[in-house]
């Protein structure tokens, strides 16, 4: 069954850039997928098409059952419970602290507040974070802040987890570890995760499906692909 | 239920987001506490002003006087005309005796003049208050149209150019509070708003996490709304002392005793609504009008 799915998708700008043309594509539930491709090729767009920061110009994005295409602002809400966000710039609030950061995702979706606590419990505890819940983010080390920003997309057990460019700050140890947090939270949960970068290593070594955009066209769709197969095409 | 909670879960958020933000919700505290001074000093001066000239108009009248051989029965008569007339508030009959006796007693000549005079050469008199001087000149020719009266006198002239500037003095002051209170409305607004760009970036999040707008809305709503009450608490403490210490180092006139202060109570507590009311209802508008702007996809 699929999760994600792009049909004919046209992203063109006000200023008449295409970013994305006639994309099709389709993720599967329970899929790790790896988005790659030059800076300026689409993969940022499209990621953000998935989660209808931007609305495709022409086709469709299907994303749950949840047609991008046709939502209306208001009900946008309606598909960001349904998914987890993880930016490569971590966007944590700094006057909060990690367990607040994580818990302000639940209280802005109007969880009653006996629920949260567990939830966010369980959340910092699966990014091995539960040790530092009082720490503010300037404590923490840029990894730790990204296991954080994990936490807060994951505590309200997303189906779909979108990761635009996770490891893009963190130096290479610290990016493994991260994907393979990530790798985890596929394999127990079951979430579709679709991650957007740059890291050859990372991509190389956890021989997933991987998605190569160029010039916003889909250049390259192969299972257990990697970079070095693409810089060969 | 689901509404109670999240009106709930606002203003309790609003409150916290208040005290997180420490300086910002200072700042904009102390640059509403300031505008809505101005606006309380202009509130009273405007309201003190129009009571003056409301005053001050009051004192004039149409002395309408009676001619000389007019009966008992006749000057009924023509007090029967004068109440059915629809420019006239009151009207006090004084007779030609009473003109005597405030003529003699204010003047010793007069006095002495009057005293040599067989018979009293003053007319009786009726001394005329109007609802509304715009109309003095009108009315007084209407009563001057009686048969049984010889003349009808408001100070014309003099009378004329204090309404023209009675008036100029209403619109100006009107004018004045009408443009500080736009003022206010646009330091007060832009102040919140740039305490709400300041947290853009927890709108962001609240968005990207799936918070809808109107939840995303409220507790920013009710901090506007907090910042624009607590702004308003200085400038009410100003007013109540600052008008009653005036009020009372004056004894409640200034440069004459014609010139009337307004009575500090309920006076005060007039303006310390209207400032509540400015304070919250920019604060909130203020608010709204930012978050709006962060929550454009």
Known sequence: ?233 | MKIIRLFGRGIRDSFKSVLRNFSLSTAAIACSSITLILVAISLILSYNVKNITKDLEHELTIVAYVKKDTTEEQINELKNILEKMKNIDSYTFKSKDEWKLEMKNSSETLNTTLEYLDENPLLDSFIINVKDVKHLKETSTEILKNDFVSSADYGEGMAENLIAAFEVIEKVTIIIVIALVLVTAFLISNTIRLTIFSRRSEIEIMRLVGASNITIKIPFIFEGLILGFLGSIIPIIVTIYGYVIIYDHFNGHIFTQFIQLVKPFNFILYVSMILVVIGCVIGMFGSYRAVRKYLKI
């Not at chain 1, 994303?63 to 966007?91: C, E, T």
């Open chain 1, 1 to 233: 069954m699929n999760l994600i799915e792009v049909k004919n998708c046209y992203k063109i700008y006000n200023n008449g850039v295409t970013a994305v043309a006639d994309l099709n594509l389709s993720i599967k539930k329970g899929e790790f997928v790896f988005l790659i491709g030059a800076s300026g090729s689409g993969k940022s767009t499209l990621i953000k098409m998935l989660y209808r920061e931007e609305k495709p110009t022409k086709g469709s994005v299907i994303v749950g059952g949840i047609n991008v295409a046709k939502l209306r602002n208001s009900k946008v809400y309606k598909l960001r419970r349904k998914l987890g966000i993880v930016f490569q710039d971590f966007k944590l609030l700094p006057k909060l602290t990690v367990y607040e950061n994580v818990a302000f995702a639940l209280e802005s979706i109007g969880m009653n507040s006996k629920d949260i606590r567990p939830k966010v419990l369980k959340a910092l505890e699966s990014v091995g974070l539960k040790e530092k819940i009082r720490s503010f983010p300037n404590q923490l080390s840029g990894g730790e802040q990204q296991r954080v920003c994990i936490a807060r997309a994951i505590v309200n057990e997303p189906k779909l987890l979108i990761c635009d460019e996770p490891t893009g700050n963190l130096d290479p140890i610290i990016s493994k570890e991260i994907v393979n947090i990530l790798d985890k939270i596929n394999q127990t949960s079951e979430t579709t995760i679709i991650m957007a970068t740059h890291d050859k290593e990372i991509v190389n070594k956890m021989k997933k499906r991987v998605i190569l955009i160029e010039n916003g066209v889909l250049a390259d769709d192969s299972l257990k692909g990697s970079y070095k197969d693409h810089e060969n095409n």
